[in-house]
């Protein structure tokens, strides 16, 4: 081992605050408003009290009349309280083009990539010591906000719910892990209260009450507008939606940290068994008494076979389950029974719109030509091998939207994916070259910048976490404390743990226990990279590809190749 010459102190999750504005009296007069007044601080831990959480994880944020707070679409770390003021969400305009344009990844310059062949450090794991002296955690600054330059024709033309002092916004796509579901835009001067994820997950875990307002709040606001978004109901009028989001039901199934049961299921039954652990949503021939669409999550959608169940298709989010039965039934009087049985895959929502209404009023609407075309759609499938789509499905593949694939038939086993991915990373590979494998598929050990990206639970920090506009899992290196979280909540051991060195070679030690320091490393697909992942550009024999799992018709082109 090479001789130690740099010590620094660990980080840990609040050396540096959110805000270095969180004063204690700023906190005090937080902690007096709704809905933060109702929080019952005795149910917290000592070492995790409720005015710490709000002094380290909160931010205040000042916005004008006319600020887009948040837009439809970008990714979101955080939920907002409204201390004062108030805040418009925008139901029916897509606002995601208005003011300045989203920030593209920076990437290096043709030179700086070229220079990487010579300049990349020759030890592992390198870095600049100097840059550890500042641990302050990166969030966008808002002192440049996009913001709508006619607010008063905007709101004359829109429909525009208001979120009053006192009230919050913001929670479905801090606690789903999701796209903003809307916009949102300062209707006046405005105070608001910004909680990052970690402190979200905190106030949810010790306070009962505040769990179900949260909650509560996710169900009441995803129906509405997960509804909308279906071009099932595209031709209906007010009147007729509005009937149908009374009557729809909101419905979870399956463990919202789902990576932990995933684990054990593995370990102890392996793959072939996981069907049998998944919670069971709707069984074959039950009686269909709902149109269920995917919100968000994964489901298996299977039917009888004489030895067990076999995998027809992967329900995503915004399919449809049950149309071609419901359907069948209004149309020509078949039996009113499910066609299949569905099962979640981890942790999925599910609306369940009942049949009477989708009779009454989607069906009419859709015209007899629109009914068979969605007929249609619901029964294709992409010719894939049923053990292909049930590897993918066991082993939780479909969660990927950037999955590394390789063809072992084409592979030989040459590394030029591995020293691309150095070249790439100051000859650090990101990935292994290594992974579970179907027939001549094998799906190596590299970030699949997941759909539902579950390593970002736990981070105490926030380090690995959604780059806003698109939406890039990424670990930020300074502030990363090496607690090994993300590594072990990742359920496809693609995030490793390296103990750093300087540029000589020596570790970089804990000054009080004179342990090596530890940092959490994973693919990033290559963002700083002119032209994408080196991995799949440096392939010679076009054995490896990175695939979006949601392509479904994609996977199938390249599998049947």
């Known amino acids: 081992m090479a001789t130690a010459v740099h010590t620094m102190h660990r980080p840990h999750r609040w050396d540096t605050p959110f805000s270095p504005e969180m004063t204690r009296g700023r906190v005090a007069r937080v902690l007096s408003k709704a809905p933060l007044n109702a929080i019952d601080a005795s149910l917290f831990p000592p070492q995790l009290a409720l005015s710490d959480i709000i002094r380290n994880d909160t931010r205040i944020v000042r916005c004008r009349r006319g600020d887009i707070i948040v837009r439809e679409g970008d990714y979101g770390n955080s939920t907002f309280f409204v201390l004062s003021g108030s805040v418009g969400v925008v139901l029916n305009q897509n606002l995601a083009e208005l003011g300045p344009v989203r920030r593209p990844a920076s990437r290096l310059k043709i030179l700086s990539s070229l220079a990487q062949l010579w300049r990349n450090d020759r030890v592992a794991e390198a870095r600049e010591v100097s ?50 579901t809307a916009t949102c835009i300062a209707l006046t001067d405005c105070q608001l209260l910004e909680l990052r994820w970690q402190g979200l997950r905190d106030l949810r875990r010790y306070e009962p009450n505040f769990r179900q307002q949260i909650d509560g709040l ?20 007010a009147a007729a939606l509005g009937h149908i989001i009374a009557e729809t039901h909101f419905e979870t199934y399956g463990e919202f940290e789902w990576f932990s049961a995933f684990r054990r299921q593995m370990e102890a039954a392996g793959e072939s068994q996981v069907i049998q652990g998944e919670p069971t949503i709707v069984e074959q021939h039950d009686y ?12 298996r959608v299977s039917e009888e076979l004489a030895f067990g169940q076999r995998t ?41 719109v009942p049949t009477a209404l989708v009779e009454r009023y989607v069906l009419p609407s859709l015209g007899e030509e629109g009914g068979r075309d969605l ?11 049923p053990d292909v789509i049930n590897f993918l499905v066991d082993r939780r593949i479909v969660n990927g939207t950037a999955t590394m694939m390789i063809n072992t038939t084409r592979c030989v086993g040459c590394d030029d994916c591995v020293r691309a991915c150095a070249a790439a990373h100051n000859n650090n590979p990101r990935f ?73 070679g020596a570790f970089i030690v804990d000054d009080a226990t004179n342990t090596p320091i530890v940092k959490a490393t994973k693919c990033d697909l290559c963002a700083d990279q002119i032209g994408g992942p080196a991995c799949q550009r440096a392939c010679p024999h076009d054995a490896l590809v990175r695939m979006d799992m949601r392509d479904q018709a994609a996977f199938a082109q390249w599998m049947n190749r």
């Open 375 to 385: 007929l249609q759609r619901s029964d294709f499938e992409h010719n894939v091998d």
């Open 288 to 299: 269909a008494d709902g149109l269920l669409l995917v919100r968000s999550g994964f489901a």
């Open 131 to 180: 840059r550890y002296g500042d641990l302050s955690l990166r969030y966008e600054a808002d002192a440049v906000r996009p913001f709508v330059k006619d607010l008063d024709a905007l709101i004359a033309e829109s429909e525009i719910a208001a979120i009053a002092e006192g009230d919050m916004f913001g929670e479905i796509a801090a606690l789903s892990r999701t796209p903003r």
């Open 218 to 237: 996710y169900r009441t606001r995803s129906l509405a507008t997960h509804l909308r978004e279906s071009p099932l109901f595209a031709n209906l009028d």
């Open 312 to 352: 027809v298709r992967i329900a995503m989010k915004n399919d449809a389950f049950g149309f071609a039965a419901i359907y069948g039934h209004w149309r020509n009087g078949t039996p009113l029974t499910y066609h299949h049985r569905l099962t979640a895959i981890g942790y999925v929502d599910i609306l369940r």
């Open 432 to 504: 292994v070259r290594h992974g579970p494998e179907h027939g001549n598929l094998m799906i190596a050990n590299a970030c699949m910048q997941c759909q539902d990206p579950v390593c970002l639970i736990g981070c105490p920090t926030g380090a690995i976490h959604r780059r806003a506009e698109e939406g890039r899992v990424i670990i930020d290196d300074l502030t990363c404390i090496g607690c090994g979280t993300c590594a072990e909540s990742c359920p496809y051991d693609n995030i490793r743990l390296v103990e750093i060195r300087d540029h000589n």
